[in-house]
């Protein structure tokens, strides 16, 4: 069942990918090449058991995500999720049975900055149990990705490197607190 769920969640990825390449009149392959001939998948259930002190205990700490693209399957009934915008923490309500699309570094990197990879935490609360369901789409680990040149010009200069396996170095990264995105930012 996971895998079948998996497979979809490709599916729709990759419709994505495409719509969001047309949008900025690009050929619409232009994000999924970047992906490679054996994109990689994640998938992580994330377990928030009730916690007596959530004003002093988070279920997951302030991350933007090392995927490309991230599909979240978030629980029906208990909400948890809060993104970062202009320094303030916006609630991200639930919806049952919707999909919540949330962009990557590596999509922030392939765009050459125009889709951000925002910054997002998981609360906890003192009652309820919380589950999710994360499914992590990434580009090859062995395939070097970069700015699409389209989107590179004098008004847009390059914003990152080109990288081979963002994800190993995102967690050297993640682990010190830091972002991750910086360390290939020009
Ligand atoms: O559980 C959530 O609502 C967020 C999960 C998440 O951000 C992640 O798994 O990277
Ligand atoms: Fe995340």
Redesign the pocket.
Known sequence: MLYDYTAKVREIEEQLLKAMARSLSLPEDSFVIQFGERPSTYV?F?Y?PPCARPDLVI??KP?A?GSGM?I?L?DEQVE??QLLKDDQWFR?PIMPYALMV?IGDQLEIISNGIFRSPV?R?LTNSTRE?N?L?V?CAPDPAKEIGPVEELIDEKRPRAFKNIKNYVESYFHYYQQGRRPIDAVRL
Do not use: P
């Open positions: 992580r994330n928030y279920g997951l991350h995500d991230t979240l978030q948890g999720l991200v949330n997002h998981a919380r999710t994360a992590f």
